[in-house]
């Protein structure tokens, strides 16, 4: 099944999959690829610094790394939930390269993209993982330690959690509406994505289930408590070192 250019199928699964593919309605918004090389101190040049910004505004968080891994996790669980989708339901990817897709960084959650043009790759695990992991979440990665010295396992269990959160949706969403193929395929990609050298040892994942081993600091936002997946069994006592991968 080739992409339509409206990548229609991925809007019966909810907002975090849907991609707006028109282009002429990015405007001036920047894209990707201007947010991940510009890091100066300049917020208000900066889209990655003015939503980590609006993130910590949002979740009245005191700790700016705390709103930085937030504002990773979204974005990459949007960025895996839109290449997954399509990879489960088409058998194709979009080109995601972060000079098409233009974000808003000013736009609620889940965080607003447009893909300015629709180019098929192939849907397989190794394409995946050079369109998501090394295509946006190791420049995202780089950007945000750079500025915020988020730790490494940290932002590796993220990228895993942020996955494994897309392949449960649409796993549950395939099975509500008998498309045990599309489960399956999902569960089969999800599975080789977690060995990629990038994201080995994230965690571990049992059916759908997945348990991450670093820890994403959610549960310091004023009553955040744990994730779903979150590697602890209790809040731990907040302190400026606890353990975050």
Known sequence: MNLDPDLAA?????GYFVLRTAGAAAGPLPTLAQAYATMSPDVCGNSLIFRVGKVADSLRVPE???A??????????RLWSVAL???ALYG??????????HWD???GTPDDLWLSEVRPLP?????LADVVLHGHLDPLSAALRAHYRLAP??????AASALAGAARELDRWARRHGRTDTAARARSLTAELLAHPLLTGAGSLTGTAFRRRSCCLYYRVPGGGLCGDCCFTRPPRSSPQAPSG
Not at 10 to 14: A, N, V
Not at 68 to 77: I, T
Request: glycine letters at 14%.
């Open 105 to 107: 960084a000013d736009a």
């Open 85 to 87: 989708g399509c990879a």
């Open 153 to 158: 396992g940290l932002l590796r269990g993220n």
């Open 10 to 14: 991925l809007r019966p699964l909810g």
């Open 64 to 66: 700016v790394r705390v």
């Open 123 to 127: 849907g397989d695990a190794q394409t």
């Open 92 to 101: 194709r990817v979009p080109d995601l390269d972060p000079r098409l897709l």
């Open 68 to 77: 930085a891994s937030v504002a990773h996790l979204g974005l990459a669980a």
